[in-house]
């Protein structure tokens, strides 16, 4: 089993930052892509920003030059630091990690955070 944990989430007003962590743990060979999504109410889950195991990145539209993805694969972590943060920002977000949990097989399987809830107020 693999538990994702998430921190770092909170209020903040318009223009502020928070960095968001997430760290990975249990039975983990090694992991692959790893992403941030976000959920705003009455709204669908998209898929903020994803990062590769090599450190390749790609951001939705609307957090580009604002947002950044990054991690430290010998601590099993991804973290997404949100800069200038407006309030159609505010959701729940989700870390997703690609687990590889042994070499032998060549599938990986996709474990999420809790979510950890970002309000931007106006």
């Known amino acids: 089993q693999v538990q994702l944990v998430e921190s770092g989430g909170g209020l903040v007003q318009a223009g502020g930052s928070l960095r968001l962590s997430c760290a990975a743990s249990?039975?983990?060979?090694?992991?692959?892509?790893m992403g941030w999504y976000r959920q705003a109410p009455g709204k669908q889950r998209e898929l903020v920003a994803a990062?590769?195991?090599?450190?390749?990145?790609n951001y939705v539209d609307s957090v580009k030059g604002r947002f950044t993805i990054s991690r430290d694969n010998a601590k099993n972590t991804v973290y997404l630091q949100m800069n200038s943060l407006k309030p159609e920002d505010t959701g729940v977000y989700y870390c997703?990690?690609?687990?590889?949990?042994?070499?032998?097989?060549?599938?990986?399987?996709?474990?999420w955070g809790q979510g950890t809830q970002v309000t931007v107020s106006s």
């Open positions: 990062i590769t195991s090599g450190g390749r990145t």
């Open positions: 249990g039975s983990i060979f090694s992991i692959n892509d």
């Open positions: 997703n990690a690609a687990v590889v949990h042994d070499p032998r097989y060549r599938y990986e399987l996709d474990y």
